[in-house]
C-alpha cells in the first residue's frame, strides 16, 4: 500500500506540474500585407481598353486570440479580427474625354472576422514552428472612392456586401521573455487566401481567388 501511495502522490505531482506550466491561452497583433491579382479588383473590359490598374496591396492589422486544448499546448483554437486598407493606383486616358489622363487611387477598407485551428511545435528552445487555418468574412467599410481631385469618368465600383475565404499560415514562433505567468514572443507568418468570390459586384471573372501575403507579429502567451 505504501508504494500504491507514493506511485499516486508522484502521479499527483507530476500532473500538477504539468498544468502548472500549460500554456492555456494567448493574444497576438500582426502588421501584414496581403497581395492580390490585378483581376481580383477591376476589369479592364468592363471599363476601358486604356485601363490597366497595378497589382493592389492591402495592409493589414489583426488581433488573435488562442485557446488550447491540452496541456502540451500543440492544439488550439482561436478568434481573429482584422482591420485592412487597400489602395489601388490608376492611370488611363479615353478620347471621348479629349484624351485627358486620369490617375489617382482606389482605396476600400474591410473589417474581417475569422474562427480557426492552431497547431504549433518545439523546433528547439525558445523557437517553435506551426501552422493556421482561419475560415474568415470580410465586411467593407468603404467601397472603393477615388483620391484624385479629377475623378475617372465611370462610375466607381462597389464592394461586395461580404467576402467569404480560407486563409492559411506558416508559423515561426520565437520566444524573447518568460516569467512565472506567460512568455513573450515575436512571430513571421507567410499567408495565403483563397476567396469565394470577387471583391467587387457585377464582377465578370468567376472561381476562386488566391492572394498571398505576410505578417509579422507580436504575442504574450499565459501559463
Known amino acids: ?13 507530476l500532473g500538477c506540474g504539468m498544468l502548472a506550466t500549460a500554456q492555456k491561452n494567448a493574444v497576438s497583433f500582426n502588421l501584414g500585407y496581403h497581395y492580390n491579382p490585378d483581376e481580383f479588383y477591376l476589369s479592364a473590359a468592363d471599363l476601358d481598353s486604356n485601363f490597366s490598374p497595378e497589382q493592389g496591396l492591402r495592409f493589414g492589422m489583426r488581433f488573435k486570440y488562442q485557446s488550447f486544448f491540452n496541456t502540451t499546448a500543440q492544439w488550439a483554437w482561436h478568434l481573429q479580427a482584422e482591420y485592412s486598407y487597400r489602395s489601388i493606383p490608376y492611370q488611363f ?9 486620369f490617375s489617382g487611387n482606389l482605396e476600400a477598407q474591410y473589417l474581417d ?6 497547431q504549433r511545435f518545439w523546433l528547439q528552445e525558445k523557437l517553435r514552428i506551426g501552422w493556421s487555418a482561419t475560415a474568415a468574412l470580410g465586411v467593407p467599410f468603404q467601397s472603393d472612392t477615388t483620391t484624385s481631385n479629377r475623378p475617372p469618368p465611370y462610375p466607381l465600383r462597389r464592394a461586395t456586401h461580404y467576402l467569404p475565404y480560407l486563409e492559411l499560415n506558416a508559423v515561426l514562433e520565437r520566444v ?16 495565403a487566401r ?11 471573372n468567376k472561381g476562386i481567388f488566391t492572394g498571398l501575403g505576410f505578417s509579422f507579429g507580436i504575442g504574450y502567451r499565459v501559463y
Open 1 to 13: 500500500m505504501p508504494r500504491l501511495y507514493k506511485a499516486i502522490l508522484l502521479t499527483l505531482s
Open 93 to 101: 486616358q479615353t478620347p471621348y474625354t479629349d484624351n485627358q489622363k
Open 113 to 118: 472576422l475569422g474562427l480557426g485551428v492552431d
Open 176 to 191: 524573447f521573455s518568460t516569467s512565472d505567468k506567460g512568455e513573450w514572443y515575436v512571430s513571421i507568418e507567410p499567408t
Open 194 to 204: 483563397l476567396y469565394a468570390r470577387p471583391l467587387h459586384e457585377q464582377e465578370t
